[in-house]
């Protein structure tokens, strides 16, 4: 392929996934559902513990990244396995498109439909939670920072268990031990003195997204065996 | 048509503990085509798959020159977007004035993919095929759901496609109306 051809190409692909991973398709939720859960930890959080203000915004920011951790897993099982099971993967493998380059655009896409919208509710769940606007500030830069990891994490474990029976709840299963570093630097940066949370955090992300688009690569191809 | 070429050499295809076939060797050159016969579960969409680099064979090497394309099973059209904008994707990726092949589909471009009839859904699997300008083709089943109207114009498609110097690979358990047909039965293939 010409380099120019490669460019259109990715260039389509980038905005079938983007639009499928935002719109949903074939009853299969898009952006908005994870978006909702994720508010609706932080309004049900309240109702669970009381009123009091204090212990709300002590606790509130662990809150936020646990909700962004379980958001996160909503969306698993239509990040691969529909593309898998519809031959899309199969016909880009033929045009000579490297499953490495097709994931790192999926995770970008992911990234723009999950944690972008995570960061446009936070302010709405740090009110919720009545947290400060000093914890929100911290709680969006580290939103910036983890969720690209989240996104990461979260096609490799979709590329992984695409063509599983029972996937998507397996997929749950081996993403939460995955995503326990992002979640403890990200709310470790709200704790007193947790200023080195937030560089941890890029580090761990780095890692997940050096690591994503090799490893769901190679279990893609491993899947068509 | 620049030159295409296709030739598998002493190809063995193990599934599981299962040897399917063994020492498979067929070349085609420019204009030919190759019918590769058998029931159902002797291993030729498992040979259609080694062909196109998407399966290892067990034994055996794959050789070609010239882009390939598959259409199988497996429709990779989304079913949620109208057939239009379901193949002008694969149209935006392949950038190739392939042929324009007639199989019916002018009334459809509205209509999301996923309300297709089993008969449409192959048309359009054929018709993504056609416009990808590729010069082997690999089908699977390819007849399947069609009528005797739209399998004769699948079967003349691939002739035109032939008739252009294009290569065609056609998996299939019914006998196809092909000119100079070669006839390859995984039968005779077995371990």
Known sequence: MSGRRITASLRAIFARDLSTLLRGAMGRGGAVLPLLFF???????PFAIGPDAKLLARTGAGVIWVAALLAAILPLDRLVEPDVEAGFFDQWALRGIAEEVLLVVRIVAHWLSFGVPLMLAAPISAGLLSLSREQLIVIEQGLLLGTPGLAAIGVTIAALTAGLRAGSALGG??????????????????????????????ASSVAALAIAPFAGAAAIRAGRE | MPHCRLAAYDIACRRGDRVLFRGLSFELNPGEALHLSGPNGIGKSSLIRILCGLLRPAWGHVEHEGEMALSDERLALDLHRPLGEALAFWTRIDQAGG????????????????????GQRKRAALARLAASGARIWLLDEPLNGLDAHWGAAAQAAIEAHRAMGGIAVVASHQPLGLQRLRVMSLLEHLP
Do not use: H
């Not at chain 1, 979640?183 to 470790?188: D, K, M, T, V």
């Not at chain 2, 042929?99 to 089993?118: K, W």
């Open chain 1, 39 to 45: 508010l609706a930890v932080a309004m049900l959080f």
């Open chain 1, 173 to 202: 299963m081996l993403a939460i031990p995955l995503a326990v570093p992002l979640l403890i630097f990200g709310a470790g940066s709200l704790q007193p003195g947790g200023e080195g949370g937030l560089v941890l955090l890029a």
């Open chain 2, 99 to 118: 042929s324009r092949a007639d199989f019916g589909l002018e009334d459809l471009l509205d209509v999301p993919v996923g309300y297709l009839s089993t």
